[in-house]
């Protein structure tokens, strides 16, 4: 693969995202970069391209494979493992969000029930609070089923809902 100008500010700027969700920059490289690949990559491309250690390279594959983004495959002929990418955004998206609900939304959630189950039981925590400790965990308990009702749609009703965007707000408000 080459780093033209564009994959490379692309790569750097999904690096730079990375961060911001809480990954490791090389990490999401390595994910952008895989990604945009047109065919699997072996650790040493990865590392001449990124201009990373190996033993980076490697650690941060290894984690992209546990969050299945990353899938290891082989070439006849050849001894060295390589690397792709989920080539569907759709799928891509869906990993990601299941693994930011693992790792976030769930243990909010059991927070939350504690939380609200143990504040009703307070006498002297104002009613506003309780309330509004309430309407938390309403709230995440909603985008928790909504996640779940909305990972099994397929892709492409997925796709026709996105379409009609507003349409369907207009639609609801009647």
């Not at 500010?9 to 490289?29: C, D, F, I, P, S």
């Not at 690949?37 to 201009?51: G, R, T, Y």
């Not at 609200?116 to 928790?144: C, G, H, W, Y």
């Amino acid at each position: 693969m080459q780093m033209t100008p564009a994959v490379e500010k692309y790569v750097l700027h999904w690096g730079e995202m990375g961060t911001r969700w809480g990954t490791n920059r090389t990490v999401a490289q390595i994910q952008a970069l895989l990604y945009l690949s047109p065919k699997p990559m072996h650790a040493d491309e990865i590392v001449e391209l990124l201009s990373v250690a190996r033993s980076n390279v490697s650690t941060s594959i290894r984690e992209l494979q546990s969050h299945g983004l990353v899938r290891m495959t082989h070439i006849l002929g050849d001894r060295r493992d390589y690397f792709e990418s989920l080539h569907d955004v759709w799928e891509l998206f869906r990993v990601i969000i299941e693994q930011r609900k693992q790792k976030e939304l769930n243990p909010t959630l059991v927070m939350l029930k504690s939380c609200a189950a143990d504040i009703q039981k307070e006498t002297d925590t104002d009613p506003i609070t309780k309330e509004r400790v309430q309407n938390m965990l309403q709230f995440v308990e909603s985008t928790s089923t909504w996640y779940e009702q909305i990972s099994e749609i397929p892709t492409s009703t997925l796709t026709k809902l996105m379409a009609l965007g507003a349409k369907i707000t207009k639609l609801v408000k009647k």
